[in-house]
């Protein structure tokens, strides 16, 4: 039998949007809480920028989850 294996996946920053949309945050009041510059968090969103651990603790603290669900995150959509 084989296993189900789709051929795509979606950014970590659909994730991301998907909490700040269901909790009525905006981009802007997320780049506060995680003490980026606007463009900085739109740049996360996107992929441009990389979850590194100093990123996936600030998501964590302030979204939920942990460090290691964002890093594992961030390493799914990479591979």
Known sequence: ?????????STPGA???NIIDRRNITIDDLADLLGF????TL???SGATCI????ASKL?????GTEGFWLARAKQFDE
Do not use: R
């Open 1 to 9: 039998m084989e296993t189900f294996q789709p051929e795509w996946s």
């Open 15 to 17: 994730s991301i949007q």
């Open 37 to 40: 510059s606007t463009s900085e």
């Open 43 to 45: 740049e996360v969103l």
């Open 52 to 55: 590194d651990n100093a990123i």
């Open 60 to 64: 964590a603290n302030f979204l939920g």
